[in-house]
């Protein structure tokens, strides 16, 4: 079962991004997160500096929106050529309208779980989206700790992935570490962000490297 190591910017240092994405060029994915200071109460970035980031990227961008009204700013950053646009179930009034509309313009799409947010009404939407993100903390900040109350929902989630037969793309986000890796991986994960366990350590190649080994060594064939 491939597994995916998409390291999160929002950890890297801020006035040096071009290099901070040189240091992650051995992941998978990088994980770009948007927030709006409405949805969650923090404000990172949007599109002009998406774009330009995209230019300088050795990997293809994961874009997680933490934003209210998805529908409005989602499809630009497919047009603008993320490989997926993540956007969350709350902030949306139609997901699988925005998930079709996301893949229309080539990129694949996300749906994001708060973790107070029930995954039942999901299960049988599963076949309009390439994946699906647990966020294991609470979003708007990183260098918090993973939630283990979140793993029962995705347990929930890879059984339904698993009798589908779809290849939908479980992903956590959140305090993800060394440890709480392998957590996440035996609930059922295959895509793992993960912020401030890579930009805080002394090498980050090194880092995503024990990730990748703990992911490999846990994950499970859906
Ligand atoms: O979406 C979010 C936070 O809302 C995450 O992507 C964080 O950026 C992950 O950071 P760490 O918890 O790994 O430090
Ligand atoms: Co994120």
């Known amino acids: ?23 992650i060029a051995s992941a998978d994915l990088v994980h770009v997160d948007i927030m709006d200071n409405h949805f969650v109460p923090n404000l990172t970035f949007g599109p002009p500096v998406v774009e330009r980031l995209l230019q300088v990227s050795p990997l293809p961008f994961d874009v997680h929106l933490m934003i209210e009204n998805p529908e409005r700013w989602a499809p630009g950053y497919a047009e603008a050529g993320a490989f997926s ?45 390439d994946q699906v993100l647990v966020m294991t903390v609470e979003p708007g900040f990183g260098g918090q700790s993973f939630m283990a109350s979140t793993m029962p929902k995705l347990s929930r989630l890879a059984e339904a992935v698993r009798s589908s037969g779809l290849d939908v793309w479980l992903q956590v986000d959140g305090g993800i570490t060394e440890e709480t ?36 060594e846990h994950t499970h064939a859906h």
Do not use: C
Not at 2 to 10: G, K
């Open 85 to 129: 646009v993540t956007f969350h179930a709350e902030a949306s009034p139609d997901p699988v309208a925005l998930a079709r509309r996301l893949r229309s313009i080539g990129a694949r799409a996300g749906i994001a779980l708060k973790p107070g947010t029930d995954v039942e009404p999901y299960l049988e939407l599963l076949a309009e989206f």
């Open 1 to 23: 079962m491939p597994t995916r190591i998409n390291p999160s910017i929002l950890a890297a240092d801020f006035a040096n991004l071009e290099r901070e994405l040189g240091r």
């Open 181 to 216: 890796i392998v957590i996440a991986a035996e609930a059922g994960a295959n895509t793992f962000v993960a912020g401030s366990s890579v930009f805080n350590a002394a090498d980050p190649a090194e880092q995503i490297a024990r990730l990748r080994a703990a992911a490999d």
